[in-house]
């Protein structure tokens, strides 16, 4: 799950009123999360939670709609219960902006994740931009300059046809 450390606090120590020390300012929950049935109470260690992890919880839209069966579904509203109840806080869900759809469809071309990536996944990552530009306006000048827009470097393998029809040439004894 991607997440935004929160720059203003010191994330060790940070406590208020009855919450429990925060590790990051938000976290974006995808299905996975949800749909396999992650623990709400030991993610990170014995000390750390899904629910103290972070201040704020985002997800977006289309990964509600890929939580379809009834335990995931109630695993998921037992996870918003907890966030409400013990921390007042609740999951909001948002869309990403058209910029952050841009901004991260065009990096997962330039590694070449792309057509791996589901519309869902892209929507995610956009929404983790678009906090990261928020952030960035409050706690950095509007700075982005500690976000890639290239790739620190491409992985990849040529393959290379062992004959000039693209068929091995094996050879039978």
């Known amino acids: 799950t991607p997440t935004i450390p929160d720059p203003t606090k010191n994330n060790n120590n940070d406590t208020n009123n009855h919450e ?24 990170g260690g014995p000390t750390n939670s899904l629910l103290t992890s972070a201040k704020h919880y985002y997800t977006v839209p289309a990964v509600l709609s890929e939580i379809r069966d009834a335990k995931s579904r109630k695993h998921l509203e037992e996870f918003q219960l907890r966030l409400e109840s013990l921390h007042n806080t609740s999951l909001v869900t948002r869309s990403p902006s058209k910029d952050g759809i841009a901004a991260m469809s065009e990096f997962a071309r330039k590694t070449g994740d792309y057509s791996q990536l589901s519309g869902v996944d892209l929507q995610v990552l956009a929404l983790l931009y678009d906090l ?42």
């Open 132 to 173: 990261e530009v928020e952030a960035s306006k409050l706690y950095n000048g509007g700075k982005l300059d500690h976000v890639r827009t290239e790739p620190k470097r491409v992985l990849g393998v040529h393959v290379k046809p062992l004959n000039g029809d693209g068929k091995r040439d094996v050879k039978r004894r």
């Open 20 to 43: 429990s020390p925060s590790k990051y300012h938000a976290l974006i929950i995808d299905s996975g999360a949800i749909i396999k049935q992650t623990s709400l109470t030991s993610f």
